[in-house]
């Protein structure tokens, strides 16, 4: 049973309404986030329309602002946003789905000047607003809106997606916009790829307008735009070959563009004109093959009926790259226990593979950390100390059930810092050497490495005058 004194809204009713709002105030008091938050709770209290009103204005202020969000400040601002956004999508969508259509449009046309004034290294505020975009469309469905006035505001907010605020509005939309909503939103795009004049001055006719740099690149920009929208709504239609009439040449021979195309032509049941399409791409060395392509045409391959080949493809790109994906998709296809055997199979290629760092990554991540403390001490000396973030990961992962492999993973560091007097690294040597130091007592069998005390011996004897190491070093 829960004490008197647990945070919980019964026992906070027990205060009473007089001695609630008393604490309240105190609360909100210096801060503006709390504050902001109540008013619109006592908005509610009147209707909808005023909760619509104090969010409307607070988006106006943050919309106005050109003070710089630092780091410090993206919490708040996280929060405050997060906030708005919730009452839109509940509070005012639940009594009037219509104002919280065009509150929750006014909200993402805040984006731009948010996204002008902060740095979203980390990408909390840009959740934010993708999460506003999924309420936009489950609003938008709700309101039953005029499907053309729908398309109209889609169109002008995709012309100003200049930090991908609108990425995916055309696919949240089309439940609301429909076929007619979807046509509509095609001919605006269609249309407005005609008016080359807005953007380039000269191509209507007058002589004398010079085109500048930052007039073509907005020209690129609108067209990509154009493109864009023109594959999502032949998406949201299931118009396939809407969406391969926006690929030139060119972009049909890209091996992520062919993948593309080949699985929306399945999808439609056109597997002939899949397997066409996938062997369009470029393969050659100016076009790296990327995983969707090989992805694509295995299962390209299985539709036509071709397993054994998608099976042996597989297989080979699984030995040349070590994509986990494609030892996966091998495995799940094989009968039970061959799965097990092969799998064996494969790891033992893995201790061989040319390179050992991606080899260590593999079997780092599969797991197969047996496999990998293994290829850790018999290939120590061709562990790189430079890759460092790599291999710090590496002896985290296999300290507790393989010291002795993290142990060499450690010294292949220090011994890098110390060798190319990378004094930066010091720090990061001396807190290494700590740590094998304590992993050390917990091997067994040394060979075939000798003890911590003969190593530490070793780096004292060639590194002796490093004395900014030896400080800080244990």
């Not at 100390?385 to 002795?404: C, I, Q």
């Not at 700590?434 to 050390?440: E, F, G, I, P, Q």
């Not at 060979?447 to 060639?462: C, F, Q, T």
Request: hydrophobic share 45%; proline share 2%; with cysteine.
């Amino acid at each position: 049973m829960a004490s008197k004194t647990t945070l919980n809204a019964k026992n906070l009713e027990a205060l009473g309404a007089e001695r609630l709002a008393a604490l309240l105030i105190d609360i909100s008091t210096g801060s503006a986030a709390n504050k902001r938050r109540l008013r619109i709770e006592l908005a509610g209290m009147q209707s909808g329309e005023e909760v619509a009103r104090e969010v409307a204005k607070r988006l106006s202020s943050i919309s106005r602002s050109k003070s710089k969000i630092g780091w410090r400040r993206v919490k708040a601002l996280k929060s405050d946003l997060d906030t708005q956004r919730r009452v839109i999508a509940e509070t005012i969508a639940g009594s009037d789905v219509d104002e919280a259509l065009e509150v929750m449009w006014r909200f993402m046309g805040v984006a731009h000047s948010v996204f002008g004034r902060c740095a979203d290294s980390n990408g909390t505020i840009t959740a934010i607003f993708r999460h506003a975009l999924a309420d936009l469309g489950v609003i938008a469905k709700a309101a039953e809106q005029n499907p053309r006035r729908l398309a109209d505001d889609a169109f002008c907010a995709l012309q100003q997606n200049d930090y991908g605020q609108y990425d995916t509005l055309i696919k949240v939309l089309a439940p609301a916009l429909g076929l007619k909503g979807l046509d509509h939103l095609k001919m605006l795009f269609v249309e407005w790829s005609k008016h080359v004049e807005d953007i380039l001055p000269g191509t209507d006719g007058r002589s004398g307008a010079r085109v500048s740099y930052e007039d073509i690149l907005n020209l690129r920009k609108r067209d990509r735009t154009i493109r864009t929208a023109l594959e999502q709504i032949a998406d949201a239609q299931g118009d396939v070959d809407a969406f391969i009439a926006q690929q030139n040449k060119e972009a049909r021979s890209e091996p992520t563009v062919a993948a593309e195309i080949a699985r929306r032509l399945m999808a439609a049941g056109r597997t002939a004109e899949a397997f066409d399409a996938i062997n369009m791409a470029d393969l050659t060395d100016s076009h790296p093959v990327p995983f969707e392509w090989e992805a694509a045409y295995t299962e390209v391959l299985e539709a036509l009926g071709r397993k054994e080949e998608a099976q042996e493809f597989r297989r080979q790109n699984f030995e040349r790259t070590l994509n986990a994906n494609h030892l996966r998709a091998f495995l799940r296809r094989l009968p039970d226990f061959d799965d097990m055997e092969a799998e064996e199979k494969a790891l033992a290629y893995v201790d061989h593979y040319p390179d050992v760092h991606r080899a260590l990554a593999f079997l780092l991540s599969w797991p197969a950390l047996d496999h990998a403390a293994r290829l850790a001490i018999s290939r120590a000396a061709e562990l790189d100390g430079d890759r460092y973030e790599f291999l710090t990961s590496a002896a985290e992962v296999l300290r507790h059930k393989h010291p002795l492999a993290s142990v060499i993973t450690l010294r292949a560091m220090i011994d890098f810092a110390l060798d190319r007097a990378r004094t930066a690294r010091y720090k990061h040597a001396a807190r290494h050497l700590a740590l094998a130091k304590r992993l050390s007592a917990a091997i067994k069998d040394r060979n075939p490495i000798n003890s911590h005390e003969d190593y530490l011996a070793g780096l004292r004897s060639r590194h002796g005058s490093k004395t900014r190491f030896w400080k800080i070093a244990v």
